[in-house]
């Protein structure tokens, strides 16, 4: 790559433009593009998503994939530029991904192709300012992975080095703030706690049960979870490079529901009422809740309005089938919605989702 954006480069005009098509779910593959145009001397100037694939149902695949197309528009750079500071331009990366990820998501752009699309407005901030550097050396946890990293390709690890990963980053934040925002839309909502947070952004970003182990880590770094620690063996399981997640039912069986009254995470919470409404009845799960003081919780409440938007619908709703790895979380939303009708209804509206389900039937 490095060699030919350098061969474009020189053939280009000043007054020229390139225009790259590319998607890669992989931050990876993205810190790598944006470092090598960089090098040498181009500039992002504005980027357009395009779905690239036919339109279908909402849910669901065996497997995540992205389905649009990014255009990444470049200009050479006009001339060298002084270093700036991270600390200066991260907000305004931030800024970037805000003013364009309300138009994205109306035009039609869902899941993990939201998070791809705002990857343009940060590059293109960040390209904008580049060279830069921190004024402070990077946090604790990031500097050992970051250094681990550099030591296998044996470079020297630089704490105070910025990199387009970091742009990334700052999109994913603010995509995972506007989608919380809209998946938990009820009055007097709570926030969520961080690993039912990471467990909705996943369903909503993925659309799946299986996906990148590595997306997964980096969804779980935005989130403040610890991936290896809170997530594998307890609510999902790693599997060569991909990240299966446990619907209720994997989890009872392995016994790694957790705690009833969400102490831990309100995923904890949520399952057990799930379960209980599957292996025995509707008044079991209310019963459950009740005895664990959690069904008048907002918390509570919150994790379930957002859980029921995400979850695949299963077939007592969507009256289809689903892949058989997905069949369980279908299970888990027949249920949720089953006990919000029959508990809940006043506190938490239906599904949006539902609706677009209903939509398609009729």
């Not at 704490?159 to 995972?176: F, G, I, N």
């Not at 299970?331 to 506190?347: M, P, T, W």
Request: charged share 30%; hydrophobic share 45%.
């Amino acid at each position: 790559m490095a060699a030919i954006f350098a061969e474009m480069r020189r053939v280009l005009k000043p007054d020229g433009i390139m225009t790259l098509m590319f998607t890669h779910k992989a931050t990876g593959a993205w810190d790598a593009l944006t470092k090598k145009l960089m090098a040498a001397d181009f500039m992002i100037t504005a980027s357009w998503p395009i779905n690239t694939e036919a339109e279908g149902s909402l849910h669901i695949k065996d497997k995540s994939a992205a389905n649009s197309t990014i255009f990444l528009v470049c200009r050479p750079r006009e001339a060298a530029q002084e270093t700036s500071y991270w600390e200066d331009v991260e907000p305004k990366v931030a800024a970037a991904v805000r003013e364009r990820i309300a138009d994205f998501q109306a035009g039609g752009i869902r899941g993990v192709d939201l998070y791809l699309s705002c990857f343009g407005p940060a590059l293109e901030e960040f390209s904008r300012h580049w060279p830069l550097k921190r004024g402070t050396p990077r946090p604790d946890e990031q500097s050992k992975r970051r250094k681990r990293q550099t030591e296998l390709f044996e470079e020297a690890y630089d704490p105070y080095a910025v990199t387009p990963e970091d742009a990334l980053d700052a999109a994913r934040r603010e995509v995972k703030a506007w989608r919380l925002k809209q998946l938990t839309h009820m009055k007097g909502r709570a926030d969520l706690d961080a690993l039912t947070s990471w467990f909705v952004l996943a369903w909503d970003a993925f659309q799946a049960p299986v996906f990148p182990y590595d997306e997964a880590l980096r969804l779980a770094r935005v989130c403040g979870v610890d991936l290896d620690r809170e997530v594998v063996g307890h609510l999902a399981e790693k599997k060569g490079s991909d990240l299966v997640l446990w619907d209720s039912a994997a989890r009872a069986a392995k016994g790694t529901l957790g705690q009833a009254d969400g102490r831990e995470a309100m995923i904890d919470a949520l399952h057990h009422a799930a379960h209980a409404a599957r292996t025995r009845t509707l008044d079991a799960a209310r019963e459950l809740l009740q005895k664990a003081r959690v069904d008048t919780d907002a918390a509570f409440l919150t994790a379930l309005e957002a859980a029921l938007e995400v979850l695949p619908v299963g077939k007592a709703f969507a009256g289809l089938e689903l892949p058989d790895a997905a069949q369980g979380a279908g299970a888990d939303f027949d249920a949720l919605e089953n006990l919000r009708r029959l508990a809940f209804a006043e506190q938490v509206d239906e599904p949006k989702q539902l609706a677009i389900w209903q939509d398609e039937a009729a």
